[in-house]
């Protein structure tokens, strides 16, 4: 069985507990200057997200599922959905929280893209076996209080042969010892809970699939959203430098896992 660590506050996790959380903070983007839910806000935080995840586009081919049926299981505001349904793909949306599910269909709209969105538990989908050619699950399994049980639920979902994408945050990665070192902010470390993973936990947490493979990624990029001294350092100095050594001596430490698996 494996032993998730837990850096949130709150050792007993609930769903409804994670569901207030994100209701409360799904929006809360320091990066937008616009209102939630307007077509500036979507933009601003579209535009900020694959900044910062900028290893996304290549990493996941949205191109590659024009025609397919893609589950997106917490799709938040919508944007990674959004880029699935621009490719072709014929898309699923799924969150726990009401008010993600509101904004991921007012973005939908404003940029005339057609989805369906559901709100439902991920750990237990109300959805029938082998519906999906595709799982796309990012940002979400850490913040879960079972991710096992939402894994299960992915498989289940998934058609036989089907492929998912899903990821993980490396306990080992270099944020986290920046955090610690250097005392950090990283967003929303105050939910009810915040798992982390080495890559052989989250292998083993995928064994019910076939072709696991894992891959680290999100390495440095400067900061918009920080100030101060710490900022400065880190986006004069330790951005360039990390960045500057063999891609092949610190891709362990991406600080987001990445596996690619099939049914």
């Not at 998730?4 to 609930?14: C, E, L, Q, V």
């Not at 994100?22 to 809360?28: E, R």
């Not at 939630?36 to 599922?65: C, N, S």
């Not at 105050?190 to 993973?197: A, C």
Request: charged fraction near 25%; aromatic fraction near 12%; hydrophobic fraction near 40%.
């Amino acid at each position: 069985m494996i032993q998730a660590r837990s850096i949130s506050r709150n050792p007993n996790p609930t769903i409804e507990a994670v569901r207030e959380f994100w209701n409360n903070h799904v929006h809360d983007w320091k990066i937008a200057k616009s209102p939630a839910g307007t077509k500036e806000f979507f933009e601003e935080i579209e535009e900020y997200r694959y900044e910062k995840l900028d290893y996304l586009p290549e990493a996941v081919g949205f191109h590659r599922f024009a025609g397919k049926t893609v589950l997106d299981l917490g799709c938040g505001v919508g944007n990674d959905l959004a880029r699935f349904a621009k490719a072709g793909a014929i898309v699923t949306g799924v969150d726990l929280a009401e008010h993600s599910i509101q904004l991921a269909k007012d973005n939908f709209r404003f940029r005339g893209l057609q989805g369906n969105f559901l709100q439902m538990n991920g750990e237990q989908l109300s959805l029938p076996d082998d519906s999906f050619d595709a799982v796309f699950c990012h940002t979400v399994l850490h913040f879960t209080p079972d991710p096992a049980a939402m894994i299960r639920e992915i498989h289940r979902v998934l058609k036989p042969g089907g492929e998912a994408i899903l990821m993980t945050v490396n306990r080992r990665s270099w944020m986290n010892l920046l955090r610690k070192v250097m005392k950090i902010e990283v967003d929303h470390l105050d939910s009810p809970v915040f798992y982390t993973y080495t890559i052989s936990e989250f292998e083993q947490m995928l064994v019910g699939f076939s072709d696991v493979r894992i891959v680290p990624h999100r390495f440095p990029v400067r900061t918009k959203v920080h100030e101060g001294l710490k900022a400065r350092l880190f986006n004069l100095l330790f951005v360039d430098v990390f960045n500057s050594l063999p891609r092949s001596w610190v891709r362990k430490t991406g600080h987001h896992l990445i596996a690619y698996v099939h049914k």
